[in-house]
């Protein structure tokens, strides 16, 4: 059945493939952005649709008066270069975009979903990270602006949920790549992507054998959906893929498949930079109908070497 969806930071790269996804199911959309990391040009090929709306907000001030079914929040920004960039508008963002979320569930009743991070896990000293785990952050760090910020996110969805009973689901999501990131986002595919196919040094930070388990954004999106669909748990679940890999195996594929004659530079590891990552994806197999990624690191590093070839 149709259902009238409101999707926060719709304009960024997993809010606009979200957006193009639930729209040709046929729903009503809200796109709600401030374009701070986000562009119009992502919803673009959207726009003239007649059960498509961009909505300018920001989340740190209160929505719109929206009658919604489903609340997807996902404005924040997520690549370390730019939430670090104005740290206190990036707390603001994920405290105050999720208190003004949860308000328009509550008044609404409209579902409410969290985009939170495996962030919350830190610099993980238990390898994979389970929900149950509770992590390792730094409160006072350059990563903890998005990591507390997040952890106090889902903070408040529990808090809204026991106290007013509002309907939420929350999400873990592990490094997630694809069509539509910027290519000057900052994080570390698009980085190396974009430096091999231009024939630039590729920036290791570190001695590069941190891990990382790298998900495809088409994967993701059918684990967000089906979480938001189902009835039984509320979360959180990690949604990611478990294949781990370490930096340099990562620029050796990219510049393998690229063909490039890119040379790998080391640079400082930024403060706090997780050294290993890898989800424990039990619980989203067992509540979320048998939810795994389908799409292996080759092949979906191939999908996303193609987009960024088309635009830079
Ligand atoms: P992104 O930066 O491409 O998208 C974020 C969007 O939110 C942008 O369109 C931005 O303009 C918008 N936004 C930021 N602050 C806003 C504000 N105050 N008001 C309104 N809009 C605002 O990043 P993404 O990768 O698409 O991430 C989307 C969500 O998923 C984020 O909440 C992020 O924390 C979460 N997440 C993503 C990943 C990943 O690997 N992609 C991993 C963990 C969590
Ligand atoms: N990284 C890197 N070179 C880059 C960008 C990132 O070596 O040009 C490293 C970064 O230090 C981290 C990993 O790649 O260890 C993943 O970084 P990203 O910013 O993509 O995500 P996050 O650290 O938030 O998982």
């Not at 961009?54 to 920004?77: F, K, M, T």
């Not at 986002?185 to 891990?211: P, W």
């Amino acid at each position: 059945m149709s259902k009238r969806i409101l999707i926060t930071g719709g304009a960024g790269f997993l809010g606009s493939n979200l957006s193009e996804r639930l729209l040709n199911e046929g729903n009503k959309i809200y796109c709600l952005d401030n374009f701070y990391t986000g562009f119009k040009k992502n919803v673009e090929h959207l726009l003239d649709h007649s059960d498509f709306e961009l909505v300018e907000h920001d989340v740190i001030n209160p929505l719109p008066d929206l009658d919604v079914d489903q609340i997807y929040n996902l404005a924040c920004p997520a690549s370390p270069p730019h939430y670090q960039q104005d740290p206190i508008f990036t707390t603001k963002t994920a405290i105050l975009g999720v208190i003004n979320c949860l308000e328009l569930g509550k008044k609404t009743g409209a579902r409410v979903f969290q985009a939170s991070t495996s962030e919350v896990y830190g610099d993980p000293l238990v390898h994979p990270q389970p929900e149950s785990y509770w992590g390792s952050v730094n409160p006072i760090g350059i990563r903890s602006c998005y990591d507390e910020g997040k952890r106090v996110g889902e903070t408040l969805m529990f808090d809204y949920h026991r106290q007013h009973g509002v309907d939420i689901r929350v999400v873990r999501i592990f490094n997630t790549y694809g069509p539509r990131m910027n290519p000057e986002d900052g994080r570390v595919v698009s980085n190396f992507i974009v430096q091999a196919l231009k024939g630039e040094d590729i920036t290791i930070y570190g001695d590069g054998k941190q891990t990382r388990s790298f998900c495809y954004v088409d994967d993701l999106l059918e684990g967000f959906v089906r979480l938001m669909n189902q009835d039984e748990v509320t979360g959180p679940i990690n949604c990611g893929n478990p294949g781990e890999f370490t930096m340099l195996e990562l620029a050796e594929k990219v510049i393998a498949k690229v063909g490039s004659e890119s040379k790998l530079t080391f640079h400082p590891l930024p403060g706090d930079d997780p050294k290993q990552r890898k989800p424990d994806i039990t619980l989203a197999d067992k509540h979320l109908s048998g939810w795994k990624p389908a799409v292996k690191l080759d092949e979906g590093l191939d999908k996303a070497i193609a987009y960024f070839s088309s635009v830079i």
